[in-house]
């Protein structure tokens, strides 16, 4: 990938403007961080979904905003110019706007984050405002949203029923008017995602197993690739199978030590002769 200038607010927009989709992974760590920036990507998010896919929880709600900082600063080193977007984990902004701004500022502050995303609907259109208000871009999080899954029953499809539809229709509208620069749909159908994309006046509308009548998609880079053995989700389209590429590596390895085939010569380093009896020499 050739040099890129710094993805900024404007850049989005233009791309919107232009029919152009823009492009959103997943990210939690400097590795994966700097092929994505070399991929050319668009926007990372640094997920509490790192609480499943990096630190083995079966849900996101034991991360913390410790856990955030830092996978969010690793990130940011390996992708410098792309669209950064730090997830506030639960009960990071949902007790209070001040509980939020602050929550929110550290992202900024610590991670050098371009933003900061919220789960929610009409509920968080305060903390929404609160948090743009203190100069920090926003997006919103609608449909299922994982902090609130119990509630939710489950990790299911959301807004199927015209009433639950228009629920969503309408948080997406506050959340908009409460200055959040985007909105986030998670596995609502895809007329629900178009209703609410063709009626966004200055809000990007990005789709995360939501349909293609958005402004650009998100996936789970762990979705992608096979490297979350619990389960791939419906919506996830795998690109490439590295998980099962890394565990016959590791079936490999072990193997190969096993059996004394590694190391071979050229995977470690001699001594000349005359040095070894000079250390002899000395040992003696």
């Known amino acids: 990938m050739t040099e890129r200038k710094k993805v900024v607010l404007p850049t989005l927009f233009r791309k919107a403007r232009e029919g152009k989709p823009i492009t959103w992974l997943t990210c939690y760590d400097y590795p994966t961080a700097y ?16 609480g499943m896919t990096m630190l083995g929880y079966d849900s996101t709600l034991p991360v913390t905003m410790d856990d955030m900082i830092r996978h969010t600063q690793a990130v940011r080193r390996g992708a410098p110019t792309a ?43 305060e903390r929404i405002e609160g948090i743009v208000r203190a100069g920090i871009p926003a997006i919103g999080h609608l449909g299922l949203t994982p902090q ?6 489950g990790f299911r499809l959301q807004g199927k029923g015209a009433l639950q539809a228009k629920k969503i229709i309408d948080d997406a509208k506050a959340l908009e008017k409460a200055g959040a620069f985007a909105i986030l749909l998670e596995l609502v159908p895809d007329r629900v995602c178009q209703v609410i994309t063709e009626r966004a006046e200055n809000c990007l509308i ?72 000079e250390l002899l020499t000395l040992l003696d």
């Open 148 to 153: 609130s899954v119990s509630s939710l029953g």
């Open 35 to 50: 092929l994505q920036e070399q991929a050319g990507i668009d926007m990372i998010l640094v997920g509490d979904s790192l």
């Open 206 to 277: 990005m789709s995360l197993g939501s349909g293609p009548h958005a402004h650009g998609q998100l996936l789970i880079y762990h979705d992608m690739f096979g490297l979350y053995p619990k389960f791939t989700p419906k919506m996830a389209k795998v690109f490439g199978n590295a998980g099962e590429v890394i565990l016959n590596g590791l079936k490999q390895y072990n193997t190969e030590v096993t059996d004394g085939t590694f190391p071979a010569t050229e995977n470690y380093f001699g001594m000349k002769d005359e040095d070894y009896e």
């Open 83 to 125: 669209f950064l977007i730090g997830d506030m984990p639960y009960m990071s902004y949902q007790a209070s706007t001040e509980d939020a701004v602050r929550n929110a500022g550290r992202f900024m502050a610590e991670a050098s984050t371009d933003a900061v995303k919220l789960e929610g609907g009409e509920e968080m259109a």
